[in-house]
C-alpha cells in the first residue's frame, strides 16, 4: 500500500517501554496494575500482550498510547521518551475493540479524517483513501455508514482509518472480540498482511491465546501487572517458563515426578519408562518436578492386555477426538486425530499411553 506520508526513514518505530508501572488508588486502596514492565519492540514487529483479565495488558496499551500516564518508568519511540507527548502527535494509532468509528460520517469520510487533520491536498487524500478501501476490501462501501456495515467491515474501517495515516505504531485493544469466530480468523490474517506490508510496529492487546499465537512474531505473557514470559508462540507453547504459561498458553497435562536433572534434560520415570526429557533450568537435584505433556502429543491405543491406563471418557471434535485417560501418575488428556469410526475407543478400554520425550517439558513445581 503506497500511501501518502511515506517520508519517514524505512525502520523506525522501535518501541521501549522502561520499567512502567501503574499504581490506581481505588476506594482508598493502591492497586497496583502494571508493575515494572520492560520490553524492546523491534521496528515492524508484532507483539501482543497476552494474559488473564486484570493482568495489566490493556493498562500498559494505554500508557503506550498516551492516555494513561505511568506513575514510575518510561516510554520511548525510536529512542525518544514521549511519556509527555500528547497521543496524538505520538505516531501512533489505535485500533479499538468497539471500532470507534464516527457515526455520522460515510465509510470514505472515516477513512480520510485523519489525512484532512494534516496538510495534504484532496487528490492525495483521494488516492490515499482509495488505495486503503482497496487493501481492506471496501470498495463499493464507500459512501455508507458505519450503521450499514457488518461487523467485520466495521472493524476493517476502523483498520484503514488507522492504517492510512502511516503511524510508526499500531495498537490494537481486543479488535476482534465483537466478531465470530470464522470472521475472527479472517480478520487476524488481513491485520498482519496490512501491518506487515506496511511495515508499522504493531502491539496487540488479546485474552485469546490461539488469536496470540497465529499472528505474533513475539507474545509477552503477563500475570498480575508483571511479565510472566517473553517469547515467540513457539517457544511459549513448548517451552514455558512456568506452570501459569504452560497453563495459559493452551491445554496441558501435567504429572508429578521425581526428576534428576541431566544437561538440559531431566530423567523421569512416566506410564512406567524411565526417559529423558528437557528441562527447564530450575528444576533441580532431588526436585519433584511437573512433566508437562501436550494433549497432542499423547499416543493413545487399544491394550491387548493391561496397559498403562483405561478410558473414562471420549469427546469428538470432529477433526479430533479427545480422551481422558485414567493412569497411575494420575488422570491425562490426549487429542488425537480423528480415526474411522469403527476405531474410536470406547469408555473402559485398557490402553497404552505413549509419546515422545523431546515433545514433552518438565517444569519446578513451584
Ligand atoms: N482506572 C482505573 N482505576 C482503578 N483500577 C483500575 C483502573 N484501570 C484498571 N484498573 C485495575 O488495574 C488492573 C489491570 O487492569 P487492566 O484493564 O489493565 O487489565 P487487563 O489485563 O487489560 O484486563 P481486561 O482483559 O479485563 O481488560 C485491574 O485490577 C483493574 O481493575
Known sequence: ??????DREPRSGALRLDGLTKRFAARGESVVAVDGVSLDIAPGEFITLLGPSGCGKTTTLR??????????????????????????????????????LFPHMTVYENIAYGLRLRDHTKAEIA?????????????????????????????RVALARAMVVQPKVLLFDEP???????????????IRRAQHMLGITGLY?????????????????????RIAQIGTPAEIYLRPASVFV?????????????????????????????????????VTAHDTALLMIRPEVLSVAHA???????????????????YEIETAGGTVTAAVPA????????????????????????LPRR
Open 1 to 6: 500500500m503506497n500511501l501518502i506520508g511515506l
Open 63 to 100: 500508557i503506550v498510547a498516551g492516555f494513561e500516564r505511568a506513575t514510575a518508568g518510561g516510554v520511548y519511540l525510536d529512542g525518544v521518551r514521549i511519556d509527555a507527548v500528547p497521543p496524538q502527535q505520538r505516531s501512533m494509532a489505535m485500533v479499538f475493540q468497539s471500532y470507534a
Open 127 to 155: 488516492e490515499a483513501v482509495k488505495i486503503a478501501l482497496t487493501s481492506m476490501n471496501l470498495v463499493g462501501k464507500e459512501h455508507r455508514h458505519p450503521h450499514e456495515l457488518a461487523g467485520g467491515e466495521q472493524q
Open 176 to 190: 476482534l472480540s465483537n466478531l465470530d469466530a470464522k470472521l475472527r480468523g479472517a480478520m487476524r490474517a488481513e
Open 205 to 225: 492487546v488479546t485474552h485469546d491465546q490461539e488469536e496470540a499465537m497465529s499472528m505474533s512474531d513475539r507474545i509477552v505473557v503477563m500475570h498480575r501487572g
Open 246 to 282: 504452560a497453563d495459559f498458553i493452551g491445554r496441558a497435562n501435567f504429572l508429578e515426578v521425581p526428576a534428576e536433572p541431566d544437561r538440559g534434560h531431566a530423567i523421569v520415570t512416566a506410564f512406567g519408562k524411565k526417559m529423558a526429557v528437557p528441562s527447564h533450568p530450575d
Open 304 to 322: 491387548s492386555r493391561e496397559g498403562e491406563g483405561v478410558i473414562l471418557n471420549r469427546t469428538f471434535h470432529g477433526a479430533s477426538v479427545d
Open 339 to 362: 480415526p474411522h469410526p469403527a476405531v474410536l475407543l470406547t469408555e473402559g478400554t485398557p490402553v497404552t499411553v505413549t509419546f515422545a520425550p523431546d515433545r514433552a517439558y518438565v
